[in-house]
């Protein structure tokens, strides 16, 4: 089993689970909705300087499961390359 994690902008939220539709992936999933941090496209604090906030999925799945996961976030990825798109896996 592989643990998959997207981190994204809450902006591009309803693009990633679209896109992960659109691959047949990612039915099952745990969402955490306000995620505050810092990263590399800057602060995401929720606050009225920083107003942007992230949130998380977090799907367990196979590794075929994966590799349409990462099919489908390359692809928002590349439509909004600026709104800090990350996906993570575990084994």
Do not use: H
């Amino acid at each position: 089993m592989i643990r998959a994690e997207i981190i994204a902008n809450r902006s591009v939220e309803e693009n990633i689970l679209e896109a992960l539709a659109k691959e047949g992936v990612g039915k099952f999933y745990t969402k955490i909705p306000n995620i505050l941090g810092v990263g590399a496209c800057g602060p995401r604090m929720g606050d009225a300087v920083w107003p942007e906030e992230n949130f998380s999925l977090i799907i367990w799945c196979e590794e075929e499961e994966a590799r349409g996961i990462q099919r489908a976030i390359a692809k928002v990825k590349a439509k909004f390359p600026g709104e800090g798109i990350k996906l993570f896996g575990i084994n």
